[in-house]
């Protein structure tokens, strides 16, 4: 009987061919490290190499003496030879049994685990979570396909080791188990001097992966004007590190009494061009490189607005699912008691992001005015019965369709009749489906965290009215299928599979992965405008650009929200009631000048009109000459 032992002994060349025919059986599909393998099974035909291909290449080694006696044990017998090993030769070839079709899902999960990388020159599989590999750490430690026990034996036999275990642990008592997932993704750069930039940033921050990303995308766009004046190096540096972090415990307790604490931020990052305005997330992800990376994005985007302002960001890993009002109440009124003193008219005025809404920012403004004794520098945000303009809510996600719509103007085509699909169901994502329904599109998905919808008829006002009383009433978008036949809800996907001419992301960061921007490819979508901040993660732009998708950054496309932020705070405003004819004109030329301005500033430094990044990378441009004008002035502060 040939035991198994450890892969030390095992011929590097069998290895390769072992993995190579494997991967040409099963389509197996070798990504950057750190990803999942993407295993697809076969039909199953009969493989009669099967049963003569060698299992374990090599010659005998002698078992070394730090190894323990089991093994050794196991070593020797596997040499010594036998009567059964003897009367193996002369059996016929035994074939491969078919892989059932039941089998297809199990050993899906199976392989969940594994990813493929290069280690040494030699192509080997490592443990996504334990990042080693080895005999416990392979697909097979038998080094075929073998049965389906077989298969199940080495998954077990990687899930008991230690090193395993230990590394899940790990990965388990960390919040952020995106940093233990998925590594940092270094894009290359033209100038070595950008680069330098990157590096200190990784340096400094080497766990924020958000917030790198974001770095990365800025200075990726601006190597061209750092080329031309190296002063813009320092300002990037000085940029890059926020001007005031807050971070605070949050406690509060439920409604049994119970006590509770989260973690608040508050990042206020730059304040050269005037008060920071920025939102404030409540989602169980949130962590300070999340929160700073939001920061950073909302910084290029309130200097591309046409209001001169500074960014901030902040939040708490407080989940508001499930909770009660008073919960909610307890919550936002204990956040509001630690940070109230950071913000003012003047200073720093905070907004809705994901997970707030009207009733949380009610309560945060309650508390602030009861503490703070006044009531001027009212928060921006939806406001029923203490003023504020008519259309509030629906600015971002209105400024997306009139920023689309600028796109196609100068392509000489229209919104009419274009097929478009939609990501998220909150707030901007269902405004987004109004305006498009409204210019005689044809938005087909909307999406939630478990799966996405899609109505091949489109969707009308009617039933997005229907959408919203089933979010209002926590109830899963599976519903709406109930009601219209011609629609249906996929379990687990994403909506970027669904032919399309333009997509508008509006759910989280880095919710478009690789393999979504081949679909979205290879669904014909031509226009991506990003409605939530990075949306993509960084191989999803590469594909993208490769393919000449043209993409509206959300800096520039998602810049609704600042200016109907500031149209509120004007005096004019807080006196008269905009009717929503005036406001959306008001929005629709704020929402021209930007993209003007984002087309200028590529123009200026070389980027044609038709480079599917060159709104990308004007946008970012126009806004960092804005501040590095304003922090050269000043001095170093």
């Known amino acids: 009987m040939l035991l198994p032992f450890g892969g030390a002994g095992m011929n590097s060349t069998m290895d390769d061919i072992n993995l190579i025919q494997q991967a040409q059986r099963h389509r197996l599909v070798v ?3 750190g990803e999942e393998i993407d295993l697809e099974i076969g039909p199953g035909d009969d493989d009669p190499s099967f049963g003569n291909s060698t299992l374990i290449g090599g010659p005998p080694r002698e078992p070394s003496s730090e190894e323990p006696d089991d093994t050794k044990q196991m070593v020797m017998v596997s040499q010594i030879p036998s009567d059964d090993q003897d009367m193996s030769r002369t059996q016929p070839a035994k074939r491969k049994k078919k892989v059932v079709k039941r089998w297809r899902e199990e050993w899906a999960d199976t392989y969940k685990w594994a990813y493929v990388d290069v280690k040494e020159g030699t192509a080997r599989i490592f443990c996504s979570v334990c990042r080693e590999y080895g005999r416990k750490h392979r697909r097979n430690p038998y080094g075929n396909e073998g049965s389906r026990n077989m298969q199940m034996s080495a998954l077990e036999e990687h899930n008991n080791s230690l090193l395993h275990k230990e590394a899940l642990r790990l ?13 940092v993704y270094v894009k290359a750069l033209m100038s070595k001097t950008a680069g330098s930039i990157v590096e200190a940033a990784l340096k400094r921050d080497p766990h924020e992966l958000e917030f790198i990303q974001s770095v990365q995308e800025a200075v990726h766009a601006l190597e061209r004007v750092i080329a031309k004046n190296a002063h813009y190096v320092n300002i990037m540096e000085r940029l890059l590190e926020p001007e005031r972090t807050i971070i605070f415990r949050v406690p509060w307790t439920d409604d049994r009494g119970e006590t509770h604490v989260n973690r608040g ?5 730059n304040q050269a061009l005037g008060p920071c305005r920025g939102g404030i997330r409540f989602h169980p992800s949130m962590n300070l490189g999340i929160c700073k990376f939001l920061g950073f994005e909302q910084t290029l985007k309130n200097a591309l607005s046409p209001y001169k302002l500074g960014g901030a960001a902040g939040g708490s890993d407080f989940d508001p699912k499930g909770k009660s009002d008073n919960e909610i109440m307890s919550f936002c009124q204990s956040f509001m008691s630690e940070v109230y003193r950071y913000l003012g008219p003047d200073k720093d005025l905070p907004s809705e992001e994901m997970g707030v809404g009207t009733r949380e920012m009610g309560f945060l403004f309650g508390q602030y005015r009861r503490i703070a004794g006044h009531f001027q520098g009212s928060f921006t945000g939806p406001r029923i019965f203490w003023s504020g303009s008519s259309l509030r809510t629906e600015a971002t996600g209105y400024g997306l369709v009139f920023f689309a719509q600028l796109v196609l103007a ?9 097929r478009c699909a939609v990501s998220g169901s909150g707030k901007i994502a269902m405004h987004v489906l109004e305006k498009l329904i409204a210019y005689g599109a044809v938005p087909i998905t909307v999406s939630d965290s478990k799966g996405y919808l899609v109505d091949e008829d489109g969707f009308d006002y009617m039933k997005i009215s229907f959408l919203r009383d089933i979010k209002a009433q926590q109830r899963s978008l599976r519903d709406y299928s109930k009601t219209y036949a011609r629609s249906k809800y996929y379990d687990e996907a994403k909506p970027w599979n669904e032919r399309c001419d333009i997509a508008f992301p509006c759910a989280s960061q880095n919710e478009i992965e690789q393999s979504d921007a081949f679909s979205l490819v290879n669904s014909g979508c031509r226009i991506l405008v990003e409605g939530s901040n990075m949306p993509c ?9 490769k393919a000449n998708v043209l993409i509206a950054p959300a800096m520039a496309a998602g810049a609704g929200g600042v200016v109907a932020g500031e149209l509120e ?4 405003c807080n006196l008269l009631q905009w009717s929503p004819e ?7 030329e704020a929402m021209k000048q930007i993209y003007q301005r984002a087309l200028k500033a590529a123009t200026d430094f070389g980027y044609q009109k038709d480079n599917p990044e060159a709104l990308v990378h004007g946008a970012v441009i ?4 804005m501040i590095a004008q304003a922090m050269t002035d000043q001095g170093c502060v």
């Open 537 to 545: 993660t960084p191989e999803a732009v590469d594909v993208l650009r």
């Open 410 to 418: 100068d392509m000489n085509k229209e919104l009419k009749g274009l």
């Open 622 to 625: 126009s806004a960092f000459l």
């Open 582 to 588: 005036d406001f959306e004109s008001k929005l629709q």
């Open 265 to 269: 931020y508050r990042v206020q990052f």
């Open 171 to 183: 990965q388990m008592a960390s919040k952020d188990k995106i940093a233990a997932d998925k590594p």
């Open 31 to 33: 990504r950057q490290l």
């Open 569 to 572: 705070l004007n005096h004019e």
